[in-house]
């Protein structure tokens, strides 16, 4: 277990060293007064608001400060900092700031207007993100760190690799919503994203609605379940866990346990983020805009579907008692190959048409589509130890089992071969000592089998825990597969979903 600290860039007036940050100028000057700006700030206690002040992170008083802080708290044993309520809504854009941070390059023509307004808001942000990522990286220079923001600017996402749509509320109409601000979070480069599952505020979910809420959020970079409902008093109240409702709890598991599987696929998108800017969540019309159909309303809103990488097409449940979903399959050209449903009846459909799938939620769940000719890497479908990790405190099982789930074309591809390449890293190394890897499957097939080819480059010096690779076939396809000289690869047990599955190496 990893513990994450929550702290807000302000202090009550009744914090122990609020009158030392007072003195020492690390708060916003109110220009009416000449003195250090007061408000009105939340969490004096549950649902209470007390005064206090904000941090200024442009003098050097207040931004050392709070790198100090956070430091101290790696040093005592908190391994991520979660930078809260930093979107700075303060109550006069007419407070000034100290800019006398060494590090600060100011504009020539900013030096005179020490006024927060809105590009102080945003420079607070983005140095509130720098100053909690400074200090993890210098007290722990060999390890990557981990900063979960609430508000952020384009620089921001340099400090902070995660951030969430903030306070939700408990609604069907909230989870089918948050779909497109993900994509659009993705646009703008925050791209590990996602939402409080089952709403932050608000009423508790229904059953169905929670259930719902799950099996949407496993197929986003961020998936956590989060809230702060008060109770009629103010104070706080319920809290929604995964096993609140016993009679849905096997089906919750078994949600999250796919979600521990799927991380090697996830992984890789968020690395391939870091490499070349891609959000591993993408509008359905993302490599399809010569559909017109990806430019209608329905589709073009991206609050029902939306691309998880090249290979999964996600749709969704939006509404209470529903057993059917309709989902919009894209096709770029003519030769596109159409999709695999992953749930019950398993069918091949055709790219280019809307198609009506089967979706009860204490059933098959929501929809999701592979690509034919894709491919995704998962894991265990447990908690399991980073490669780069040098101690095992829990007792974690290692990440050594790796598979690929394969949607191959139904019948002869003539000869066409199918390539996926997913990168993988020891999970821990700070940027300057990160070493990725590339892993590339390709397959090929007749009526009867399916070729396959594995090449594993590891040059940067990363090597996986895993050594073997098992390929797994879409359920119901019956065929063999070989490596690409034709020879059988061994046959080993079926999954639980009854999927054959190959030992490849």
Not at 241 to 263: F, G
Not at 475 to 499: F, H, K, M, Y
Request: proline residues 6%; hydrophobic residues 35%; contains cysteine.
């Amino acid at each position: 277990m990893r513990l994450i600290a929550n702290v807000k860039p302000y202090v009550l007036a009744n914090h122990p060293e609020y009158e030392k940050l007072k003195d020492a100028g690390a708060l916003f000057t109110d220009p009416h007064t000449k003195k250090n700006a007061t408000t009105r700030l939340w969490s004096a206690g549950g649902g209470e608001n007390g005064e206090g002040g904000h941090i200024d992170f442009t003098s050097a008083a207040g931004f050392k400060w709070w790198y100090d802080g956070v430091k101290k708290l790696r040093q005592q044993g908190i391994d991520c900092i979660w930078n809260d309520n930093n979107e700075y809504t303060i109550t006069d854009d007419e407070w000034e700031c100290a800019l006398d941070l060494p590090s600060l390059d100011i504009p020539d023509n900013a030096k005179g207007r020490p006024q927060v307004g809105l590009w102080g808001r945003g420079l607070h942000t983005e140095l509130h993100g720098k100053a909690s990522h400074d200090a993890l990286v210098d007290n722990d220079p060999h390890l990557r760190p981990f900063i979960l923001t609430r508000s952020a600017t384009a620089g921001t996402m340099r400090y902070a690799c995660s951030s969430w749509s903030g306070d939700n509320v408990t609604s069907w109409s909230n989870m089918r919503g948050a779909n497109a601000l993900s994509l659009t979070a993705g646009m703008c480069l925050m791209q590990c994203y996602g939402h409080d599952i089952g709403g932050f505020e608000g009423p508790q979910p229904s059953p169905e609605l929670l259930l719902r809420w799950v099996q949407q959020g496993i197929y986003s970079s961020r998936f956590a379940i989060n809230c702060f409902k008060t109770g009629e008093d103010n104070s706080i109240g319920d809290v929604i866990e995964p096993w609140m409702y016993p009679e849905i709890t096997h089906l919750v598991r078994k949600t999250i346990k796919r979600r521990y599987a799927l991380i090697p696929y996830i992984y890789s998108l968020m690395l391939k983020s870091h490499l070349e800017a891609v959000p591993p969540q993408r509008w359905t019309g993302w490599g399809y805009e010569a559909d017109p159909e990806v430019w209608t309303r329905e589709v073009l809103d991206g609050e029902t579907q939306y691309w998880l990488g090249d290979a999964l097409l996600i749709g969704g449940v939006f509404e209470p008692g529903q057993s059917k979903a309709s989902v919009y399959l894209p096709k770029a050209t003519q030769e596109d190959e159409g999709y695999v449903n992953t749930n019950s009846p398993y069918e091949y459909l055709p790219a280019g048409k809307w198609v009506a799938l089967d979706a009860e939620w204490h059933g098959a769940g929501i929809p999701v589509l592979a690509k034919v000719g894709s491919a995704i890497p998962v894991g265990r479908d447990v908690q399991v130890l980073s490669p780069g990790e040098v101690v095992n405190p829990a007792d974690l099982p290692l990440d050594d089992f790796r598979a690929v789930e394969i949607f191959p074309p139904k019948g002869d591809s003539e000869g066409k071969w199918y390539e996926n390449v997913w990168y993988e890293d020891d999970g821990v190394s700070s940027v300057t000592k990160n070493k990725i890897s590339c892993y590339t499957l390709a397959y090929s097939t007749t009526t009867s089998d399916v070729l396959v080819r594995f090449k594993r480059d590891e040059a940067s010096g990363f090597e996986t825990p895993w050594k073997n690779l098992v390929v797994v076939l879409p359920s119901g396809d019956v065929r063999v597969v070989t490596d690409e000289q034709g020879n059988g690869l061994p046959d080993i047990e079926r999954d639980a979903q009854g999927r054959k599955r190959f030992q490849l190496g």
